[in-house]
């Protein structure tokens, strides 16, 4: 029997397809390992969000799209191997990253100390060895470099870059995770400050736009 399985059986029985049927969308392959803890991952989220509101979404099938899945979609751009996630809150998309990209070294930044308690209960239960919890605010944030700085919805992107500005190292990248009207936000980009990809995200079961931007500093290749 799965370690994890106390984990699964408090999860509804559609939650398991619905990851299998979106990773599959999204074209990405998981071994059984990966799968038990993405699994788990909802259902500690699922169960946490009911004392210690982590998230506004309640229902964990609508967790899997826009938690897990919405993570998900930005994998095949995220190569790290050093990765920070800013404003992770209960670990996303760092804690799934970290799952689907063992071969990364993730660091979860957050603030708040119920979602920081919670990534550590989530690596801790998940035996996860490539994702480091810390609670500091970002400005406080120094002496570290990252090849990718990664946001989901920290703050505008103006204020994601400026705040960050010496965390990604000399070739870094930052990977904005944003929704639509996000080209207001582009042009008013520091100076020093390029956009160098934009991909649109196909998030299985979300109607919402998404889209990753990656943003170097000007001059980086």
């Given amino acids: 029997m799965s370690r994890f399985q106390p984990l699964l059986s408090n999860l509804p029985g559609a939650v398991a397809p619905r990851l299998d049927e ?3 969308a999204l074209g990405l392959t998981v071994s059984t390992l990966q799968r038990d803890q993405l699994l788990s991952l909802l259902a500690l989220l699922h169960k946490w969000n009911r004392a210690y509101n982590l998230t506004a979404v309640r229902d964990v099938e609508e967790m899997v799209s826009r938690h897990v899945l919405d993570s998900a979609a930005v994998a095949p751009y995220v190569h790290g191997p050093r990765l920070l996630d800013v404003g992770a809150g209960p670990g996303l998309p760092g804690l799934v990253l970290a799952i689907l990209k063992p071969e990364l070294q993730v660091t979860l930044l957050d603030s708040n100390g119920k979602k920081v308690r ?15 919890p810390t609670q500091v605010r970002v400005e406080q944030f120094h002496g570290h470099a990252f090849d990718q700085v ?42 020093g400050v390029a956009l160098k990809e934009r991909h649109l995200l196909s998030v299985p079961f979300e109607t919402a736009e998404r889209q990753l931007l990656i943003l170097t500093p000007k001059g980086v290749e």
């Fill in 150 to 191: 990664i946001s989901r919805a920290f703050a505008s992107l103006v204020d994601f870059v400026t705040i960050t500005q010496d965390l990604p190292a000399a070739n870094g990248q930052w990977l904005a995770m944003k929704g639509p009207g996000a080209d207001d936000e582009l042009r008013e980009l520091p100076e």
């Fill in 118 to 132: 919670f990534q550590r209960q989530a690596i801790m239960e998940l035996g996860l060895t490539n994702a480091i």
């Fill in 22 to 24: 979106g990773l599959a």
